[in-house]
């Protein structure tokens, strides 16, 4: 059985402008669903758009795993008016229905997980012909008459007695290929029913959606958090080893600092037992360099979707984000400082990470903040 998930993107936003693109808790939006779609059960994520430069992202991007695809979808089925059933027949005709599974993602559902995935693919394995999220409300509900839907107003429940009403949140739906063939729809007559968290209700079509639900998403990954043994120390580099800035010569070229003691310092951790990885956007032949030097082996560069990579390598490598340390200083690296089990910020940090972090360090980047770092990983592992 091929299981395939679908994520359809479009340039236009009215809303937010360029919402999908717009960086939530520090990476692209559309990449909070796509990230937990590549960790789920499906065999290959689609994202669908009419935007070339995701397309790139993507391509770029994601090349350790061969399970996200891009595909190019047509301007008329980009429009305001073009219903997303038009772009999932389109797309279905174009890979010719080479699938047993479709799974439709919203790509503004950033409370989506895996396991809500995989709880949608397990309603078709047990007999059903498709399946969709819902939330359980517990809110009354009225006519424009005066008229109560779903109560008594004589009669007013508590809510603990209260079944509420189950309400479509938009973010996953699947069918099987006969379903999609035969009623051009997401939904067929045997449907499954999968209950996501109520937070997962709200939507994103004005700024002050985008904060609520960005305040949510922070509050959600820090309560996953839990105190383990670190195992591993994930670095930024540009304001984290170096002070942020860089230094240009007369050709052009240009140079960073590096503070020897935070080296010192890391080799004294590895001795402990703690790997060391180097995560950063910038491709930089300086910075390969001077992590050659270090002989730190785990080092990726020009990575943007810092998240994900860190996901996977932590499935592929065996160890918990509970297991990690990571020090980071700016909005790119927000969701890994807010989701992993010990966060760090240099002094100098922006004052949004700074906000989240665990352990605001004494010293500044470029300047101690590294040393400063691996002495407290070698103390808490010692009273861990």
């Known amino acids: 059985m091929k299981a395939i998930g679908f994520i359809p993107l479009r340039k236009g936003s009215k809303g937010i402008p360029g919402k999908n693109k717009r960086k939530m808790v520090g990476r692209p939006l559309y990449t909070w669903v796509l990230g937990e779609a590549l960790h789920s059960n499906l065999d290959v994520v689609y994202v669908y758009t009419d ?54 993602l919203q790509a503004t559902s950033p409370f989506t997980t895996a396991q809500d995935i995989n709880n949608c693919l397990s309603a078709l394995d047990n007999g059903k012909d498709s399946a969709l999220t819902v939330v359980n409300t517990h809110r009354f509900l009225w006519k424009a008459d005066g008229t109560a839907i779903n109560y008594n107003p004589n009669k007013r429940p508590r809510r603990q007695d209260f079944e509420g009403l189950l309400i479509e949140n938009g973010a996953v739906y699947t069918c099987t290929k006969q379903v999609l063939q035969a009623h051009k729809s997401r939904l067929g007559n045997n449907i499954g029913i999968i209950k996501m968290p109520e937070d997962s209700l709200h939507e994103i079509d004005t700024e002050s959606d985008w904060i609520i639900v960005e305040n949510l998403l922070i509050a959600r990954q820090q309560q996953l958090k839990k105190a383990e043994k670190i195992t591993h120390l994930v670095l930024d580099v540009d304001g984290v080893f170096t002070d942020g800035t860089i230094t240009y010569t007369k050709d052009g070229e240009h140079t960073k600092s590096f503070d020897m003691r935070d080296g010192m310092g890391l080799e004294i951790l590895r001795q402990f037992g703690v790997e060391v990885m180097i995560m950063t956007s910038e491709q930089s032949e300086l910075v390969a360099k001077r992590m050659q030097k270090l002989q730190i082996k785990q080092v990726f560069l020009g990575v943007k979707d810092k998240y994900t990579l860190l996901k996977t390598l932590s499935k592929q490598q065996g160890f918990s984000l509970n297991n990690v340390a990571y020090v980071g200083d700016d909005v790119n690296d927000m969701s890994n400082i807010c989701s992993v089990g010990w966060s760090l910020a240099p002094l100098n940090a922006m004052t949004e990470i700074k906000t989240i972090a665990d352990v605001v360090l004494s010293k500044p980047s470029g300047a101690g903040a590294i040393r400063e770092a691996c002495q407290f990983i070698k103390n808490y592992n010692k009273r861990y």
């Open 51 to 104: 935007d070339q430069s995701i397309l790139d992202f993507i391509t770029k991007e994601y090349h350790y795993t061969d399970k996200i695809k891009g595909l190019l979808r047509s301007d008329s089925s980009a429009t305001d008016t073009a219903s997303t059933e038009s772009a999932m027949l389109e797309f279905a005709e174009k890979i010719h229905y080479d699938f047993d599974v479709f799974c439709l």
